[in-house]
């Protein structure tokens, strides 16, 4: 299977995360835009990563790699993505808890 | 040695007066710690009479490739001793002026005299630039903490003037760095061979910062509205000392390191300093503040200076640094005639003044002198500064229109006589009226000052030989640099 | 013996040391003290000038280098002095008349409190020994400091009473006219200087060949009009009227004998620089006799009797310039000697008789028949008022004929013109003489009450003076009477050797000279006795109408001066402080942090604060970042 297929996938992926983003009010839903738009960089790492890693081996000498280096990186980055989530969902909780909403259109002042 | 101690006398003595807090023992001991500072001067000045070199070079910031060189040269010596003479003749001629915490106002005196010098003496780009800030710092806070009533607007003005001026300057000196395999040293610049418009656009991040300080038209605004609203203390290093800040970094800094910039922008430079020259002296006549008037003046021998400098003959040159010299020495006598004035009557408007010669004889007298000193009347020393400047313009090869700018610039001589003329006569010829009819002749302390000032002046104006000696090499010097790359 | 000439610095010195005495130590000392100090050190200068004078006049000339003054690399201009023939002269002239002068005030300023009286002597002293210097000076530099030094006493003389405003202006206008005179010989000097290396006269006048035909006349004109302003040639000889405002000995010495005469005297110094230049010849000669004619109608119709002293002077420099114009230089200085003479006399006459005027009356309108009251101030009044108006033998006759024959050989209406300027003088001065000193008295009885002759302080300079007016012409004899009679011209004949050479020579046949004698001969007597006999008898007491108005008015010069110059000046420099400076220069530079603040509020809206909005942006820049690096990008 030709990496093309992983590349618009993750591409169609990062998308939809950017206009949720864009688009989306509710602070929920952007946060879950983003962790779509975290996990289409995890699909293009570990595409990458099975099917590319000889052209990396080809350019510096003496390097080892089974293709697996991308693919642990992701695992990195879902236990970063997990540890920021927790962090992410408990300021919204504080924010619904003040301001009895999670629409982000009400949180343009950083004081008061 | 001496170059270090000159720089640290002042520096730690400054630090020192922060921790003093008997206003009395604070104005004495920057008294005498400036007096100290001018020994030492002089006799740098005398060893240098007879041996070579008075250099301190140790390491500083090693890993930018900036060095703590300072050296006396010529030029330096001049303008460091006209440091070291300032100092205690301001601290003398204003010994009765009262300040709300006279210990940091005397603290910061010194802390900018320390700068001054640094200036003065500094030989790598960096240092220069440290002690260019370090002068001027000290102001901003003078001039804000005890200047006049619009104090605050005023000092921001300057603040924002100088130090965009200085930014520039800042980025020109990195460029530089780049340039010269990144060392300030400033044999490393003069070796420098950049293409011509490279120089040229350099050529101007030096000259504006140097601009603001001089002050050139149209650069000049924030001049007499700070020399106006200042203590007048602190205008005296303004305008006797700081604004040859701008003068010396255009021959020490730009002239020899970016000659071709120079050359091709030399008519444009002139031709602002020409018309400055007028402008400055007509808008003098008109001054009725006796602070604006001596400023609108000084911008006018100021532009005299700077077209000098561009005719970059020998004549121009020599005759640049020791006005240098002279002029700060007799700007400074009438900032203390002003200072006087403004003690005894409280008011510095000659419209409410007159008929002083009567009642402040001896103050009359010293004033004429320093004035005539200030429009350049033979024997006095002004004369022989502008004497060699004008005809280092006239016999300048740099531009083609040399008579214009000679002729130009020399109008300025009658339009001084006017206003300097119309001053005194305002000030202190004429009947007495209810404010001056109480007046006294002054005291001791501002008598001694002026009385140092006015044998300056005749020494300078009949004898300069030795002055021209101490800045011959150096002229040679900067003059055969730009000659090199002509 | 040489060493006479190598002490010529002491002829300086005495006066410097006098004004550093009365200066410094005026309040410890006694009036007569102060009189004494500064007299004699104008004494002792005397001395030393005639014992110079007496060396020199045997052929030996010196430069006397004191130190270096301004010298590095090619420039190099030492402190010198040069004692020479044309020196020697000047020498004695300002040491005697000045000495004179100096004795004559101890009385005529007895009423000035000790504090003003040793002012009034300190400035006197430094006035003769800035003129000693400029006379004394080798190069072109020392004689512009003495020049620029004689302004400045004249300044601080004009506005010795500081109290009067006005005495203040005039002493303002003398030395800022004297000013531009100074602005063009400082030209001049540059100029020299960047062509020749030196301004040293010897060198100068042997280095001519380095300047061109332009630079000589460039020179020589620009050094004409320093001499316009210091000797008060059209059209800088405004300020010498005003400057009567200073004490009368003042103007007899300042604004009559010495100062200015600096321009003549300079003139003549170069005189081989001028000769080379034809076109400023004719330039000086023009206008010394314009100058000579216009003061001349001017001093017809005043009526302060300072004032027409003060325009006679400026005539008679005219006349001056004209002889320097038509290359009579030893004319020109001749007439400089005899004119110190008279007209030291006639202003120090003046000054008697107004000291004897009660409260300071100038105006002769209110005088009349002083003649009984003041035998010797009317008799050395005569005695001058026949010598300026040129009667043989007088002294005055001698050197303006010798002017006006030189001018008659290089153009018949210089000549012309300039005998209707002699009849004009004669005229007007005996109008002054009979209207002060004929007829009957005229002020109030409290004044006539109060009329005395003065005392011997002032009638002794009077009569000496006097009679140098009387002998002084003497020893300039034209050949027409006396083979050899001209002594002056054969002891300055080494200082006008070299324009002589150059000099087309227009001899004059002795039928024309005559003739020509005959007519200022005539013009003169003739004006003279017009003037005695119509003012005698019934003074002119009404105010002048029609054209007399005009001349009364001095022609509205100073008017038009204002109206011209000094008012658009006045509204340039108001207009540059009140709007440029404010409006313009101010705000551009505060136009700079306005549009900066208006910028930033315009800029500060983009912040709204709203998170999306943040990330369309941001996701705009990546956009636009991508398509610049793939698409755009070339290579």
């Keep these: 299977m030709p990496i093309n297929y992983y590349l618009f996938f993750s591409l169609a992926l990062f998308c939809i995360g950017i206009v949720g983003v864009l688009t989306r009010r509710n602070s929920i839903i952007i946060f879950m835009c983003v962790e779509l738009m975290l996990n289409a960089v995890n699909v293009l790492l570990v595409a990458f990563s099975k099917m590319h890693h000889l052209a990396y081996l080809g350019k510096s000498a003496g390097a080892v790699s089974d293709g697996t280096d991308g693919q642990l990186f992701v695992f990195f980055i879902m236990v970063v993505a997990a540890a920021e989530v927790s962090v992410g969902l408990a300021i919204i909780v504080m924010l619904y808890r003040n301001t009895h909403s999670v629409d982000v259109n009400f949180l343009n002042r950083l004081k008061n | ?486 | 013996m040489n060493n006479i000439l190598q002490l010529v610095w002491l002829i300086p010195l005495f006066p410097l040391l006098g004004f550093l005495i009365n200066g410094l130590a005026r309040k410890a000392m006694s009036k007569s003290l102060i009189g004494i100090v500064a007299s004699g050190m104008i004494l002792a200068s005397f001395i030393v000038s005639v014992l110079v004078f007496i060396e020199v006049r045997k052929g030996n000339t010196q430069a006397v280098v004191l130190f270096d003054f301004i010298s590095f690399d090619k420039i190099h201009i030492p402190f010198s002095f040069l004692a020479d023939q044309l020196s020697a002269l000047f020498l004695l002239i300002i040491t005697g008349v000045g000495f004179l002068i100096h004795v004559y005030s101890t009385s005529y300023m007895h009423e000035e409190s000790n504090e003003h009286f040793g002012r009034y002597f300190a400035y006197l002293n430094l006035f003769v020994f800035s003129m000693l210097l400029l006379v004394l000076g080798g190069n072109y530099l020392i004689m512009f400091i003495g020049w620029e030094g004689v302004g400045l006493c004249s300044y601080l003389l004009i506005g010795f009473w500081f109290k009067n405003n006005d005495y203040n202006n005039a002493a303002n206008k003398a030395f800022i006219m004297n000013r531009i005179g100074d602005f063009a010989f400082l030209i001049a000097l540059f100029w020299l200087l960047s062509k020749t290396g030196s301004l040293t006269f010897n060198d100068v006048f042997s280095k001519t060949d380095l300047l061109s035909k332009t630079d000589i006349t460039i020179v020589t004109l620009l050094l004409f009009v320093g001499a316009t302003g210091k000797s008060a040639q059209i059209p800088l000889y405004t300020w010498l009227p005003d400057a009567m405002a200073g004490p009368t000995p003042v103007s007899a010495l300042i604004h009559a004998a010495t100062m200015v005469t600096a321009g003549i005297y300079m003139i003549a110094r170069s005189n081989i620089l001028y000769t080379m230049a034809p076109l400023t010849q004719s330039v000086i000669a023009v206008i010394g006799l314009a100058t000579a004619i216009l003061a001349a109608s001017i001093a017809l119709k005043q009526n302060d009797i300072k004032k027409v002293l003060a325009y006679s002077t400026v005539s008679q420099l005219g006349y001056m310039f004209l002889g320097l114009g038509v290359g009579a230089y030893t004319g020109a200085v001749f007439h400089v000697m005899t004119h110190a003479f008279f007209k030291a006399c006639l202003f120090l006459g003046a000054g008697s008789v107004i000291h004897a005027m009660h409260s300071q009356q100038q105006d002769i309108r209110y005088m009349g028949g002083l003649r009984k009251y003041m035998p010797w101030t009317h008799i050395t009044f005569l005695l001058a008022c026949i010598a300026i108006a040129g009667i043989p033998p007088f002294s005055g006759f001698f050197s303006k004929d010798e002017i006006l024959l030189a001018a008659y050989a290089v153009n018949p209406i210089y000549f012309y013109v300039g005998a209707a300027g002699s009849l004009m003088t004669a005229y007007y001065m005996f109008r002054l003489y009979a209207m002060t000193f004929q007829g009957s008295f005229r002020g109030t009885n409290e004044q006539e009450h109060h009329l005395h002759e003065s005392p011997v302080a002032i009638t002794f300079p009077l009569i000496v003076l006097a009679i140098l007016s009387v002998i002084g012409g003497l020893i300039g004899i034209p050949e027409l009477f006396m083979k050899d009679g001209h002594s002056l011209a054969e002891f300055l004949a080494p200082i006008f050797a070299g324009s002589l050479k150059l000099q087309h020579a227009h001899a004059i046949d002795h039928n024309t000279e005559w003739i020509l004698l005959i007519i200022s001969v005539g013009v003169a007597v003739g004006g003279s006795i017009y003037g005695y006999l119509r003012f005698s008898k019934n003074p002119e007491l009404t105010d002048a109408k029609g054209f007399g108005k005009l001349l009364e008015n001095k022609w509205y010069v100073d008017e038009i001066y204002n109206a011209a110059i000094v008012n658009p000046i006045r509204a340039l420099s108001k207009f540059f402080s009140k709007i440029v400076e404010r409006y313009v220069v101010d705000g551009m530079v505060n136009g700079v942090g306005r549009s900066i603040q208006y910028g930033s509020r315009q800029i500060r809206l983009l912040q709204s604060g709203q998170v999306g909005n943040y990330i369309l942006l941001m996701v705009f820049g990546i956009v636009i970042f991508f398509v610049i690096e793939f698409f755009l990008k070339k290579g």
């Design chain 2, 1 to 486: 040695m001496i170059p270090v101690l000159l720089i640290f006398i002042p520096l730690l003595s400054g630090l020192l007066l922060f921790a003093v807090n008997n206003d009395k023992t604070a104005k004495n001991a920057a008294l005498v710690s400036s007096i100290v500072t001018l020994g030492v001067s002089i006799t740098g000045l005398l060893i240098l009479q007879t041996s070579a070199h008075l250099v301190c070079n140790t390491s500083w910031i090693p890993s930018l490739g900036s060095r703590f060189r300072v050296e006396l040269d010529g030029m330096g010596q001049l303008v460091c001793l006209l440091t070291a003479i300032s100092f205690p003749l301001i601290f003398v001629a204003t010994y009765r002026n009262e300040y709300k915490n006279a210990h940091r106002f005397f603290a910061l005196m010194l802390l900018s005299q320390a700068g001054l010098m640094g200036v003065f003496l500094a030989k790598d780009a960096l240092l220069f630039y440290f002690f260019w800030e370090l002068a001027l710092i000290p102001v901003y806070f003078l001039c804000s903490i005890w200047g006049g009533e619009k104090r605050i607007a005023v000092t921001f003005k300057f603040f924002i003037y100088t130090f965009l001026g200085s930014l520039f300057m800042l980025v020109g000196i990195i460029y530089l760095y780049f340039q010269a395999n990144q060392s300030f040293a400033i044999e490393s610049f003069y070796a420098l061979k950049l293409p011509g418009r490279t120089e040229s656009w350099l050529f101007w991040l030096f000259f504006v910062a140097f601009a603001i300080k001089m002050p050139v038209f149209p650069f000049h605004t924030w001049q007499p509205d700070t020399y106006e609203q200042s203590p007048t203390a602190v205008t005296m290093v303004l305008s006797g000392i700081m604004v040859k800040m701008g003068i010396f970094g255009l021959i020490r800094w730009v002239m020899p390191v970016l000659p071709m910039g120079a050359w091709s922008w030399g008519d444009t430079v002139s031709l602002l300093a020409v018309i400055g020259i007028i402008y400055a002296s007509l808008v003098a006549m008109q001054q009725d503040d006796l602070k604006r008037l001596v400023a609108y003046s000084s911008i006018a021998h100021m532009g005299l200076m700077c077209v000098a400098v561009f005719a970059t003959t020998k004549s121009g040159m020599q005759g640049v640094m020791i006005q240098m010299f002279n002029h700060g020495i007799n700007i400074l006598g009438m900032w203390i005639v002003v200072n006087a004035i403004e003690q005894k009557f409280h008011t510095r408007k000659m419209s409410e003044l007159g008929g002083l010669a009567q009642k402040a004889p001896g103050l009359a007298i010293l004033l004429v002198i320093v004035a005539l000193a200030n429009i350049a009347l033979p024997l006095t020393n002004g004369f022989v500064g502008e004497f060699l400047m004008f005809n280092g313009v006239l016999s300048s090869t740099a531009t083609k229109y040399n008579v214009v700018f000679t002729v130009i610039a020399l109008l300025s001589i009658i339009l001084a006589a006017v206003y300097t003329l119309n001053m005194i006569q305002k000030v202190f010829y004429g009947n007495t009226n209810t404010l001056t009819a109480s007046g006294t002749d002054v005291s001791l302390n501002v008598k001694i000052a002026l009385i140092v000032i006015v044998v300056l002046i005749f020494a300078g104006g009949i004898y300069p030989k030795p002055m021209l000696a101490v800045t011959n090499d150096l002229s040679d010097a900067i003059l055969s640099r730009m000659n090199l790359r002509y």
